[in-house]
């Protein structure tokens, strides 16, 4: 498989078939880009020299009836098992959906003609076969026999499928399907023209006591999401109706600036909970939500990307099993994660409805959940959804005077009473995190509590950007637990934020290095914990005063 298959926005699909199979390959719910369908081969090979298609795509399907009532039907015959043999023989995974088994014969023997015509054996030509006549069905299990090791699937990506297909008339391109701004006169001559000739006929309109799911293939626009409890809603009663596991915690790690290590922190604050509570014996379930759906980077930081919210977002059904089979789990350390979409354009898709079931469902089922956010905290996934359902938040600055003047800003915002169009969010429970500290950088401490408008400063992580980006590069996170300085740093803030449940100051098992190694391949770079003048001032002069175990009212609220 080619590097390109497990890019972070999954792999390409080229469909030089009819419309409907692009829309069932949309509505799949598989992680895949379908790209524009391409009407001919030659649109095919113009579209790839205009870098419309990714050339890098590694599945292409093409039809057996594409070219039925035009006048050319024997050359693009001709083209379409040419540009079998030609793909086929790059090692590219090539499906034909067979709408006509009488055809299929005929097709094959142009195929091997054609391999013949370049000197390739037929027999090493690999093409599938799409049984089309047999349903959607037969045809979607084809894919998955072949793909299935390459690719997430979903359980039965036909029930998402067909819900979502039975709203789009089969006549309508599924690359405009449910775009804003397809005007209803397009809907409405879509709908009333006649079926191509050759193509399949539409299927019967759904049943008008079933409603309309709305159309929610990748990369296409979707419905607002329905209210939580609705009929068209995923969410299983059952699940939520379930209290939260006994002492659970939920923890919002958020930012106003970019670049402020914040999806570092919420995953190896997960993994430090993870870690001390195992090490002393009471071992806490840890969950990662990648928030972000834009630009989420828990993937990148792990090297999995799939599967993702997306693919619970499709189900039927949204129980237990069903998210649980769409977490990944990252053994080094210990904690399972929910990936936010691959593709940007897919973010409203799931929205701030589908985040709060999902929130509220994972916290009946996992101890502590660490939510991964945005640097918009006006977003309304932030504002609705990972602000109010955090029993803890997180702010997380650096020493740049950027990020401190940003940091007021937004902690402003976020504790203004609504009346007075803030978000309400009190200030007991928020903390601040000083990341990448190091001294001699002209901000001072005083500068940093002004700032914090009364929130208090709950934990100092030290700069040691060679080992971080060192970890972050070759997805060994892990790695950073047992830095001698970033290790311990959040140990401690582990055991700030669950204080009296049992988390013990783990061991790092590399000793701080005298030159530059370093196990697990991070070389140290880090200054001496001497050099942070935050943790020390606030050990020295006792102003601000981490989490106490005695705390009832907020676990960060300030003395």
């Known amino acids: 498989m080619s590097d390109h298959m497990t890019m972070s926005d999954g792999p390409g699909v080229i469909v030089v078939a009819e419309p409907e199979v692009s829309a069932l390959l949309n509505a799949s719910g598989v992680v895949w880009r379908v790209q524009e369908r391409q009407g001919s081969v030659a649109q095919m090979w113009s579209s790839l020299s205009g870098g419309i298609l990714d050339a890098h795509s590694r599945i292409l399907v093409f039809s057996d009836s594409l070219h039925r009532g035009d006048a050319t039907s024997h050359d693009e015959r001709e083209q379409t098992a040419r540009a079998i043999v030609a793909m086929a023989n790059a090692k590219a995974h090539v499906f034909v959906a067979i709408w006509h088994s009488t055809e299929l014969e005929a097709l094959r023997a142009q195929i091997d003609r054609e391999a013949l015509a370049i000197g390739v054996a037929p027999e090493s030509i690999k093409v599938h076969f799409m049984p089309m006549e047999k349903g959607e069905r037969e045809a979607l299990e084809c894919m998955r026999a072949v793909l299935d090791s390459e690719i997430e699937w979903p359980e039965d990506p036909l029930v998402a499928a067909e819900a979502q297909m039975d709203a789009v008339p089969a006549s309508i391109d599924p690359d405009l399907a449910g775009i804003p701004g397809l005007s209803e006169a397009a ?17 019967a309109d ?7 799911m709305p159309h929610l293939g990748i990369g296409q626009q979707p419905a607002v999401d329905a209210p939580m409890g609705s009929s068209t809603s995923g969410a299983s009663q059952e699940l939520l109706a379930r209290p939260p596991l006994p002492g659970q915690v939920t923890i919002t790690v958020t930012s106003s600036k970019g670049g402020s290590g914040k999806s570092t922190a919420a995953l190896l604050l997960a993994a430090s909970i993870a870690r001390a509570s195992k090490e002393g014996g009471k071992p806490l379930s840890v969950c990662v939500v990648d928030m972000d759906t834009r630009d989420g980077q828990v993937a990148s930081l792990i090297g999995k990307y799939m599967p993702t919210a997306l693919n619970i977002r499709v189900q039927p059904v949204w129980d237990e099993l069903t998210i649980r089979r769409h977490l990944v789990f990252e053994e080094a350390l210990g904690v399972h994660a929910l990936l936010a979409p ?30 991964d956010t945005s640097v918009q905290y006006l977003d309304p996934l932030i504002a609705k959804v990972c602000l109010p359902e955090a029993t803890e938040v997180l702010f997380i600055t650096t020493l740049a005077s950027t990020a401190v003047q940003g940091m007021a800003r937004a902690l402003r915002e976020i504790t203004a009473p609504a009346e007075e169009s803030g978000l309400g969010i009190s200030r007991d429970k928020i903390g601040i995190i000083v990341n990448q500290s190091v001294a001699g950088v002209g901000m001072q401490r005083e500068q940093i509590l002004a700032a914090g408008l009364g929130v208090p400063v709950v934990g100092v992580i030290p700069l040691a950007t060679k080992d971080v980006l060192t970890a972050t590069n070759l997805h060994r996170m892990q790695t950073l637990l047992d830095h001698p300085l970033i290790g311990p740093a959040y140990n401690e803030l582990a055991r700030t934020c669950l204080p009296g449940r049992g988390l013990v100051e783990f061991e790092v098992s590399s000793p701080k290095p005298a030159g530059s190694g370093m196990a697990g391949g991070v070389h140290a770079n880090a200054p001496e914990p001497v050099e942070l003048p935050l943790s020390v001032e606030v050990e020295e002069q006792g102003e601000l005063e981490l989490v106490s175990g005695s705390r009832k009212k907020g676990l960060f609220r300030r003395v």
């Open 187 to 203: 809907h409405a001559s879509a709908s009333t023209a006649p079926p191509s000739a050759g193509a399949p006929a539409a299927t």
């Open 206 to 212: 759904p049943s008008p006591s079933s409603p309309a």
């Open 342 to 371: 691959i593709r940007p354009r897919t973010a409203d898709t799931v929205g701030p409805e589908f985040y709060r079931t999902i929130i509220r469902s994972l916290q009946r089922m996992f101890d502590v959940v660490v939510m």
